[in-house]
Each structure stands twice: as C-alpha cells, then as structure tokens.
C-alpha cells in the first residue's frame, strides 16, 4: 500500500558527502564542536550555522537568485543526515533550512524570496514554528489566535507555544484563524503569516525541557501589526499549507538520527566487549536504520519530483521515532555489564542527554498516535 | 550470468503470474496440504508457462532473469499463498543455470547449507531437493510417490522422475559459497514474507471494515485503527529491505560480502516485521484469525516459518553485529549511509 519509491545518489552526492565528512572532522578536532545527541533541537550554535551558509550547504535546493544553490534534494539530504550522525551544533538554522525557507520559497512575496532566503542560505537568519498552542495541540484546528484585517495589513493576536528556537529566531510563521469556522468544518478560514518576531507587540518566554534546557517558548502576540504581505500563501488556505509544511517537517533524517551519535560513541567500547548478545543487538539496529534511511529517501525523492507526500512522511516519523527510542533502551542493554569505567569519557553525558529526550521523539511535529490517525485514514479507516 | 530482465518485461510476467494464481483454487489446494490433483494442475499450468525457469539462462530454455529476479516472483507466490515450491524452484534452477547447468524442471526444495538439521520446507511438495555441501551442487530425489510427475515433456530438459537420480555432485562456481548460498534462499523468504504480509494488511483492512461490534466497524476504533497503521508501517518496511537485497543483488550477481549484508538486513528486518505483523493482524480479527478455517492463517502460518528459515532474524542480527564490531574502528554510520 505504501511504496517508497527507488533513489540513487550521483557522483557529486558522493563527492559532496566526502566534504562533509571532511569538514566535520576538522572542525571536532580543532574543538569547533562537541557531539550532542538530539542535536537538531537542542545543539544551536548560530557560528557554526553561518560555517555551513559559506560552505554552500543551507539552502541548497533553492534557486540560485533566492541565495540557494539549485541542488537536487538528494545533496541536501547527504548533508543534513553527515551532519545528524555527527551530532554537530545545526539547531540553529535547522527550520529555516528545512521548511520556513521552502515555505517562502513557494508562498513569499518576491521581496520577502529577495529579503529572507539569501539570509537563510548563509545562516543569518533563523526561524521558528508557530502552530500549537496552550489549548490546541494534537487538536490544530482549535488555534484561537486570530487576524483581522486593516487598511494597511492584518493584526495579529494570541499565543503560540512549543516553537523551538524562537528566542534566537528571527521569524515565525504562524498559523492564525482569519474567518469564523464553517460549522464543523474548523479547517477551513486558517491562514499562514510570516511574522517578524522583532516587531511591537510580540513577547517570547522560554520554557525549560526535561533536561533543562530553554529549548522551546511561549509567544504572545498582543494585537501586532503586520504589514499586507506578511499573509502567506492564501487566505483561508492555511491548513493546506501546514499539512505541506508537515511533509518537510515529518520525513527527514532526522527523524530517526538523533540518537545515533550515542551508539556511536559507545561502539569501540561494545566492540571490546563483544558476544552474541550485544552483536544481535548492534546487527538488529543497523537493519532497522539502513531501512528507514532508505524510505526517508524515497520521501525525498517525491519532495522533488514536486509531490507532497503526507503520509509517508508520517509512515517514516512514526517508524523513525519509536525506532530512535528503541535505540537508546537497547543501548543500555548493550551496555549492561561493561564496567562504566571503560566507557569513553562522553557517552556517560550523551546516554543521559538522550534518554532526557526520549519523551519528546515521538510527541514533537505529530504525536505518534496522530500520525497512525493520518495513516489509518489514508487506508480509508476515517 | 544473466543480467536480469527488463523492467517492464519482468512487470508483464508477474502479472501474469497474478492471473494465473488469482485463477486456482488456491485455499483448497491449501486444504489439501498442498498435494493432489489440483495442486498438480497448477503446477503444469505454471510449468507450461515457463515460470520455474524464470532465471535460467536462455541458452538453458529459460527467461534469463537475474537470481534477484526470484524475489520478485516470491513476493506474488506469498501474496497469493501458493502452496507449490515454485519459488524455490525458480531460485533452485537460477543457481544451478548460473552454474552452467541445463536443469531439469522439477519441483525442488532448498536445503540450508548452514543449518542441515533443519526441516525441509516443501517437504511434502517436491520432486528433489537442491543441497549445497563442500562447494558442491547436488539434486538429490525426494519424497517419491508424494507428487505426480509433470506431463507434456517435449525436450531434453522436461522432467523425468528417472533423470533425478541421475544427476552427478557438480562444483559449484567459486563465487557460489555456503554463505551465499544460504543467503540467496534468505533473500527469497524476505520477499515472500514482504509479500505476505500485503496480503495480511489487506485482508486485516477488509475484516475490520466488514466485521460490526458495539454497533460499528471494528476499522471505526481507534485501537484497531494503530493495530492496522503498524501493519502498514512494517509492511511498507519490508518491502523496502527487499527492494534495498534485490538491487544489491542485480548489481553484484555473484552476491559478494556486502550484498550477503544487505541480504542480512532484509531478512531481519522482515523477520521482525513478520511477528508484529501477525500478532497485529491475529489481534484485530479476533477469535476468527484463530481458526483454521479463516484464511489469515495461510499467512501468518507461513510468516512465521519464513522468519526461521535460511537464518531467523536473531541469527542474521547476530551475525551482522559481530561483522561491525570486528572492524578496525567499529561504526555503523558508514554500513547506514552506504550507496543503495
């Protein structure tokens, strides 16, 4: 029911991953990073985003006269998944590249492409999501923040929560009601606004994770005035937009990718230690991430042939992110048994930051129960 | 060897194939223990059409696909639950073709040269069996008298009961080692495993739809939806695994270290997917799953034989670990990352 279809790497894939590889060898040698696990949301270092923007390496799909470098999705992909196995410092720029900057790219106002992208590319300008919010979660279509038209623009008011990054973010697109629901039919009358979070009006707050750390925020928007073009895309068409936003959100690398860098780091140690046990479960990992690699390419390749594939985007976050837990549960089995004071000087450090994660794998961009929703309708279940 | 079929030829041939089967009384046939006058009614039909010669090379009469070929085949025979050992037939004449051998067309069963305590399938099925031992071939006879010999012989290489005995220990071809032996009839299960479970998912589907409880569908509640969403997930898995063994396989015929790898990773990951697939399926269609009459069994019965045959997935898993972790600098990136 659900074929991902077959995709190759060119030579100058090859050539480009070689580079990467190279440069991310440098730049751990010379300290110019230290691996974290769930490194796309919680390692941001805008320094090394703007390393990556001179490198050519954000942006790269876009439209040479936008900043990109009009490279297939395949060198894109080779950079982001060199990048998360690495466990480098990419939190930072790691929406804009992702999604915000295709978003504009195919929404924006030609002087928002001009303004925004090229800044995006060199990573200079970071970006965050405004989609849930404190009553509207799994349940999008409840949003209550609202725009309303004025002579010169839309006013924007409400509140946006979970956006990660955005108190180093620059813009947010929000998601924001701008019509009254039609009875039942609440996704109809949602529309996007690329807001610039510098604005009057606009208050972000951190809220701690887990671990600790600020990661993500709550917004406020307290009646900001946004000037006409801030709307993207079209009126009332919010919701279509989102769920296309959700295809580049959902299928990525990264979604089965963060915890790899842990496993990594522990491998020489596992490898002194090796028995049937611990090989079972090294064989039956490397299985498990070598096949979903492979359908997360396949989405790839759909992304650029021009389609939104939905849900197997969601096929792929859903399989990647129990994977990604299951990863982590099964090192420390891996584990058991080898003296800690064997293990290398970090993994203590990434095997705690990983499991403080855990929770949020399979909650963030979709729950794993919204996602299995999405797949069971596409069989005609809903 | 031969380097494979067109794609579009080998499209044709499966559907063909399809028809036939969606034609044949197949879950009688299964009733029957897959023997008897219907079974060998389907196998001639099947015979006269070419298809156990599907990857034999033309010289030997034969459609000249490649060994990965037989995958494809595997999957539509499981989607189908085909009670005949056509594909291991088709696999058993691929290697014995591709190693210069004209083979009689028999009904044949593989035996596991890594593991030669273990049952036979198609026990009860066969003319002969295909055993690879010491780096040599042999056809021995088998189950003589379970199955009627095929008619409307017109050459050399149509079977004869008599012809089966009379085949010699030949050496096998260099490339041809117990490990790629036994990983090439790997491959085979993961594909009919991938393909059974098609089956499984779309049966699942239509059960739910159909079947009523608290005054609608079962497929109307979300717990059954998941159950299915899982099926489809592992499903979709597992037919990429195939797909990542059988394009490693047409691009290194003689299934070198690295194709018996990726081999390795489809048969785990099929393996895996199988038992959740079965227990999913088996838990959304209720009691009825569990009889023999129903015909989810005719599938689950046979994923799970799959899963152990030619290496379960623990065996594989175990094997592939230890294959990592005896590198000079152990790592999984570079095996997850490499070319397709």
Redesign the interface.
């Known amino acids: ?4 279809p ?4 060119d030579a100058e894939a ?1 050539e480009l ?1 070689s580079q990467v590889r190279t440069f991310l060898e440098a730049e751990r040698a010379s300290g110019g990073f230290v691996p974290q696990a769930d490194c796309w949301v919680s390692a941001a270092d805008p320094e090394f985003s703007r390393k990556l923007g001179s490198n050519g390496w954000l942006g790269m799909t876009w439209p040479k006269e936008y900043g990109g470098h009009a490279r297939p999705m395949a060198h894109r992909f080779v950079v982001t ?2 990048l998360l ?1 690495a466990g480098a410092p990419v939190a930072a720029h790691w929406i804009a590249d992702r999604q915000t900057g295709s978003h504009i790219l195919q929404y924006g106002s030609e002087e928002q492409k001009h303004d925004i992208l090229p800044r995006i590319a060199a990573g200079e300008c970071f970006t965050a999501i405004g989609m849930s919010e404190p009553q509207a979660g799994s349940d999008l279509a409840a949003i209550k923040t609202a725009a309303r038209r004025t002579d010169t623009g839309w006013v924007l008011s409400g509140r946006k929560i979970w956006s990660t990054g955005a108190h180093f973010s620059h813009y947010m697109i929000v998601l924001a009601r701008t019509s009254p629901a039609e009875g039942r039919n609440r996704q109809v009358g949602l529309s996007q606004f690329l807001v610039d979070l510098s604005l009057p009006g606009v208050d972000i707050s951190g809220i701690r994770d887990l671990g600790g750390t600020p990661h993500f925020n709550e917004t406020l928007f307290e009646d900001v005035e946004l000037p006409a073009d801030a709307l993207l895309g079209i009126e009332g068409n919010g919701w279509a937009q989102c769920m296309g936003e959700l295809a580049l959100e959902r299928s990525g690398p990264e979604r089965f990718l963060t915890s ?1 860098i842990v ?2 780091t522990a ?2 140690v ?2 002194r230690h ?1 028995d ?1 046990r ?18 997360s ?2 989405v790839a390749e759909l992304l650029e042939r021009g389609e939104s594939p939905a849900t197997l985007a969601a ?1 792929v976050k ?2 990647g992110n129990r994977l990604e837990n299951d990863v982590v549960a099964k090192l420390r089995g891996v584990l058991a048994g080898i003296p800690k004071a064997e293990w290398p000087d970090e993994l203590g450090t990434l095997l705690r930051d990983a499991v403080l994660h855990l929770p949020s794998n399979t909650l963030r961009g979709g729950t794993t ?1 919204i ?3 999405i ?2 309708r596409e ?4 | 060897m031969a380097g494979g079929m067109e794609a579009g030829d080998l499209q044709m041939i499966g559907e063909g194939l399809e028809r036939i089967l969606a034609d044949a009384p197949l879950e009688a046939i299964d009733h029957a223990g897959g023997v008897g006058e219907d079974m060998n009614a389907l196998w001639q039909t099947l015979y006269e059409n070419g298809y156990p010669l599907l990857c034999a090379n033309e010289e030997h009469g034969g459609m000249g696909g490649s060994l990965g070929d037989a995958a494809f085949v595997a999957s539509i025979t499981a989607r189908h639950a085909l009670a005949a050992p056509l594909a291991d037939t088709v696999l058993a004449i691929g290697i014995l073709s591709a190693c210069g051998i004209e083979p009689a067309v028999y009904r044949i069963a593989i035996s596991d040269p890594l593991n030669e305590g273990a049952p036979l399938a198609h026990s009860t099925q066969s003319d002969a069996v295909l055993v690879f031992k010491d780096g040599r071939l042999r056809l021995e006879p088998h189950s003589p008298g379970q199955v009627e010999p095929l008619k409307g012989a017109e050459d050399g290489a149509a079977p004869r009961g008599s012809r089966i005995e009379a085949m010699e220990d030949i050496a096998a071809p260099n490339w041809l080692t117990a490990e790629a032996f036994h990983a090439l009839a790997a491959l085979v299960r993961s594909a009919q495993m991938a393909g059974a479970m ?1 089956a499984v ?1 779309d049966l699942t ?1 239509t059960y ?2 159909e079947r009523e409880q608290f005054g609608r569908p079962l ?2 509640f ?1 717990a ?3 159950h ?3 099926i ?2 592992e ?3 597992s ?3 195939v ?2 063994a059988s ?1 490693a396989l047409a691009a290194d015929p003689h299934c070198g270290a690295r194709t018996i790898e990726e081999i ?2 489809a048969k ?2 099929c393996g ?1 997917a199988a038992a959740r697939v079965a227990a999913g399926a088996h838990q959304a269609h209720g009691a009825m799953g569990f009889t023999r009459e129903y015909k989810l069994g005719r599938y689950t019965r046979r994923l799970w034989q799959w899963q152990d045959e030619f290496g379960s ?2 065996e ?7 294959a ?4 000079d ?5 570079p ?3 490499a ?2």
């Open positions: 029911m659900f074929q991902f077959r995709f190759a790497f090859d991953r998944e060199e196995a790899l496993l990594e491998m020489p596992i490898a090796a049937d611990r090989a079972g479960e090294i064989g039956s990992i490397l299985a498990n991430l070598r096949v979903l690699r492979r359908m390419l396949g096929v859903e399989m129960e996602l299995r929703g797949i069971a069989m005609g279940m809903r | 098609q998912l589907l739910t739809s497929s109307k979300q059954i939806q998941h299915l969403s899982d489809a997930c499903t979709a898995a037919i990429a695994a797909e990542i394009d390795a990773i785990i990951r895996q997935e623990s594989w898993a175990i094997r592939l670990g230890h990592v972790l005896a590198e600098e152990p790592a999984l990136w095996r997850i990352s070319p397709l």
